[in-house]
């Protein structure tokens, strides 16, 4: 294969189009960036996501944008070898970008991928279809509920996914100061992955599967949209939006909800009846779509090491958030829960001299999956932090629900001394008279932590230990535990849909699969007033209007 070096040191994103195959060598102040080279990943892409990790204040997305630039000539010899050895194995660089720091001379090398909404010139998305799951055994790593994944092991996972020039996860920040490990991994956009475990290694693992979760769920990566159409159209092909329960107030960021109303569907599977079934756009990818009936948030999002790990890990969190937010509408009395797990005492201890007691409580209800309740009590104020975990090892839940409070604790003592103004008591008293008021998750964390708040949570009271039952489930196979929830939950009058959120070069590099599970009829995950969902979901029982969460 000949391939053209083009020197560009004024240039448009665009500029390369259809002119290949060339090594592109661009100039952007002290960078030299040398590749892909064009029969692979195109260098829009490539920028796109170099800029995208600089942060939102840098321009994406236009064609015009320019990058312009000169290296030194001292370090032209330098230049033209690093040129020479892309050209010597061509094939090699089709998804890499060389760097040289002209103001250090010092070189990396970067992979690079087609941008994650899809690029008609490297990386068009397949049109979306009803495509059938096919149900088969996934054993499971003894000790764990995870699949095996030789494409994920040792350093592979970091490797793959952090990258500081080009993401996608563009930094992995330790943050907190107790000795809980905790560990963020940086996304573009704001979001990130974070993972809270007992060393740091496996929080650096937990948050890189999140991120991989959160890169998935906010916009599509696998398919071009679908169909556009209104509920009336489409019938029984469709998930009826009624059935998610749609927003309890007026609010400025959906559209009133009619059977008429068109918007955008995307195809999904109901693991229930064994059949596609079309899912609004904006459900199945929170961060996304238009004319949006209901502001969805990450509540459901899970990733695997195979789509049944995935939806299985998506249904365990909407089983979580449903436990949690059916206890605190309903003032639900729980029981409180033994701690015998070293990490969980040795955070209840640190809670301890911070001036918090750690209360751990069974939330676990009708859907059967083990669910934890944390609650961090001061006599001062914020009086009170919440938090919430689930899964089949009760330690494992009870941990994990105690390291979020815990990292809540600190995190608010942090965000009071950098913004003070989202403590002003009186601020946080208007929010109390009138809940409309209450816009964010910081919001619903802090107004829950005033004295007038109090009795909010004066249902949960600590009484005599008990420890967290274990169901009797499968455990050795990953199918055979999602279809035991699958069948109870039928029996609840409750259908389990996913949709496959999967980014195809996630899933062919690393072997990760995303899934997004939607459960109509558990209690949805909402943040600000406005947007709360508990109308239509017979499974709640509410003696009066519910009072605002204090989930994090």
């Not at 920028?47 to 944008?65: F, I, K, W």
């Not at 029984?236 to 749609?246: I, N, Y």
């Amino acid at each position: 294969m000949t391939v053209r070096v083009v020197e560009l040191a004024d240039y448009t994103i665009g500029d390369l189009d259809g002119i290949g195959p060339v090594l592109p060598v661009r100039f952007d102040g002290a960078l030299v960036l040398i590749g892909p080279v064009s029969d692979g990943v195109c260098v829009g892409c490539a920028e796109d996501a170099r800029l995208a990790t600089l942060g939102s204040s840098v321009p994406r997305g236009d064609r015009r944008m320019r990058l312009g630039g000169l290296a030194s000539p001292a370090l032209r010899p330098l230049v033209t070898v690093l040129v020479d050895r892309v050209l010597a194995d061509p094939a090699a660089y089709r998804d890499k970008v060389v760097a040289l720091r002209t103001d250090l001379a010092t070189v990396g090398e970067h992979r690079v991928r087609p941008r994650p909404g899809g690029c008609p010139t490297c990386g068009p998305l397949p049109e979306d279809s009803p495509e059938t799951v096919v149900r088969e055994p996934v054993p499971v790593v003894p000790g764990t509920l995870r699949g095996p994944n030789p494409l994920t092991e040792g350093d592979a996972l970091r490797r793959e996914l952090f990258d500081l020039r080009h993401g996608p996860v563009g930094g992995m920040y330790r943050i907190g100061d107790l000795t809980v490990a905790a560990v963020s991994a940086e996304l573009g956009g704001g979001q990130a992955g974070f993972g809270r475990t007992a060393d740091y290694a496996e929080a650096e693992r937990v948050a890189l599967y999140e991120a991989v979760e959160r890169h998935a769920g906010m916009r599509p990566r696998r398919v071009t949209t679908v169909v556009e159409a209104s509920y009336a159209e489409l019938g029984d092909r469709a998930l009826d939006p009624t059935r998610l329960g749609l927003p309890d107030h007026e609010s400025p960021h959906v559209v009133p909800y009619h059977p008429d109303v068109r918007t955008r569907w995307v195809h999904g599977w109901s693991y229930t009846h064994g059949r596609p079934v079309l899912v609004p756009e904006h459900v199945a990818y929170w961060g996304y779509g238009e004319r949006r009936f209901v502001d969805e948030t990450s509540n459901g999002c899970g990733a695997g090491n195979s789509l049944t790990e995935a939806v299985l890990y998506g249904l365990f969190e909407v089983a979580e958030r449903d436990a949690f937010l059916m206890a605190w509408y309903q003032r639900t009395p729980l029981r409180s829960l033994r701690v015998r797990d070293d990490v969980t005492a040795h955070i209840a201890d640190r809670l301890a001299q911070l001036g918090y007691r750690l209360e751990l409580y069974d939330a676990t209800n009708d859907l059967g999956v083990p669910s934890v309740l944390s609650l961090a009590r001061s006599p001062r104020q914020p009086h009170a932090f919440f938090a919430a975990g689930a899964g089949l090892d009760p330690d494992a839940a009870m941990r994990s629900a105690a390291a979020e409070v815990v990292m809540d604790v600190e995190a608010g003592a942090k965000r009071y001394r950098v913004e003070p103004g989202d403590y002003d008591t009186d601020r946080l008293r208007r929010l109390l008279r009138d809940p409309r008021l209450i816009r964010g998750m910081e919001d619903h964390v802090n107004v829950n932590g005033l004295t007038e708040a109090v009795e909010r949570h004066d249902f949960l009271v600590p009484g005599p230990e008990v420890d967290l039952r274990v169901p009797d489930v499968p455990r050795d196979d990953l199918d055979a535990l999602l279809e035991h929830y699958v069948r109870k939950w039928a029996g609840l009058g409750l259908e389990v849909i996913a949709v496959d959120q999967s980014d195809p070069v996630v899933r062919d590099r690393l072997g990760l699969h995303s899934a997004k599970v939607i459960v109509p009829g558990t209690v949805p995950m909402t943040f600000g007033e406005l947007n709360r969902r508990t109308q239509g979901i017979p499974r709640l029982r509410l003696a009066g209007p519910p009072l605002p969460h204090p989930f994090p």
